[in-house]
């Protein structure tokens, strides 16, 4: 046997190896990661049959407690997910967003751009990230995805060879929990899935917004930012996707703000406005709808920045007509209505106290 012979072959055997030690660390990352009921987005980016879904909702955990798909079904018959993740970023959320679109031709996508006031380059709140890049799928959007929003120091620790960080997660290990990872994983849909991804708070905050500034003053928006509005609007418009910009109610000055923010929210959000009418995209600042939707922050919210679920009708209720009315999305027929109606029921039996 020739040398050449013998190098192709020595070669051939390196790479199978390589392959074979990538495929253990990014399984065994699935058991060791920490996990959280977050791991429900697994199964609405994987796990749903394809194109179902008419509506996205995209963002942080304002969004997470504000946008509820079973009103956009019951009282619009528009079929939506929620992906929204508590922390998410907004340049996370374009990844997430690509991520929906491999399964899923959406006719709308709602996105709430509260995390566009953060200012620095990188996010020092890594179990945010985790939330979503943990059960995201290993692909090139996933690898785009952490070159792209996890700090250089920490993308080999933390995410391409993860199980260095979590290997002492053995000692905790408990094989029950196998059937929750790998279920969803092939389309096995999680118990609380009828939600449709939307988390539901009863308490009530009982406060007033503190006044907010109110003036036509323009805030720069952070470049990173800025980067990943204009990635988001031409990844819409590639796709055909009508896109809706929205800064959900919160107080302004009280609501927690992870990282560096922007002085001006208000001044911020002019920015932002200027930014969609000259793309024609639709930016709803519902705190500036608060009467038209008969909101009332005492108990229509859970605290200073998120909605409880008396909030998340209304505002979901006014998103339905919105869409509706713009004519956005197309009825779907009765065949393709079983799932949401299973769902429905589910979400009614919940929440008949507040329907």
């Not at 199964?43 to 946008?67: C, I, K, P, R």
């Not at 509260?114 to 059960?135: H, K, Q, S």
């Not at 608060?290 to 909605?307: A, I, K, P, T």
């Amino acid at each position: 046997m020739g040398d050449a012979m013998k190098k192709k072959r020595l070669w051939t055997r390196l790479l199978a190896i390589g392959a074979c030690a990538l495929w253990i660390f990014g399984g065994t990352a699935l058991v060791l990661n920490p996990k959280n009921n977050n791991r429900q987005i697994r199964y609405f980016l994987y796990g749903m049959e394809q194109n179902t879904v008419d509506v996205g909702f995209f963002g942080g955990s304002h969004g997470l407690n504000a946008f509820c798909p079973n009103i956009l079904w019951q009282d619009h018959r528009i079929r939506t997910v929620n992906y929204c993740i508590s922390g998410q970023p907004l340049f996370l959320t374009y990844y997430v967003m690509v991520e929906a679109l491999k399964a899923q031709k959406l006719q709308v996508a709602v996105v709430d751009v509260y995390y566009a006031g953060l200012t620095t380059e990188w996010y020092e709140y890594d179990n945010y990230l985790r939330w979503v890049l943990d059960y995201m799928e290993y692909s090139d959007n996933w690898v785009e995805a952490v070159q792209h929003c996890v700090a250089p120091a920490d993308r080999i620790y933390y995410y391409y060879l993860s199980v260095l960080k979590y290997h002492a997660s053995w000692a905790e290990f408990n094989p029950a929990n196998l059937k929750n990872m790998f279920g969803q994983h092939f389309g096995e849909a999680p118990s609380y899935a009828y939600n449709l991804g939307w988390a539901g708070e009863s308490a009530a905050y009982g406060a007033d917004f503190t006044a907010a500034e109110q003036s036509d003053s323009r805030e720069r928006i952070p470049a990173k930012s800025l980067e990943y509005l204009q990635k988001i609007i031409e990844l819409c418009q590639q796709n055909d996707i009508r896109l809706i910009l929205t800064s959900l109610p919160h107080d302004y000055q009280l609501s927690y703000k992870p990282g560096e923010w922007v002085s001006s929210e208000y001044a911020l959000y002019n920015s932002i406005g200027d930014l969609a009418t000259a793309h024609d995209v639709p930016f709803l600042r519902f705190n500036q709808l608060l009467d038209e939707l008969s909101f009332d922050e005492r108990v229509d919210m859970y605290n200073n920045g998120h909605c409880s679920i008396r909030g998340a009708l209304k505002i979901s209720d006014y998103l339905g007509d919105y869409i509706q009315t713009g004519g956005d999305v197309s009825i779907p027929a009765e065949a393709d209505a079983a799932l949401w109606e299973t769902y429905y029921a589910r979400f009614s039996q919940e929440y008949a106290q507040y329907l």
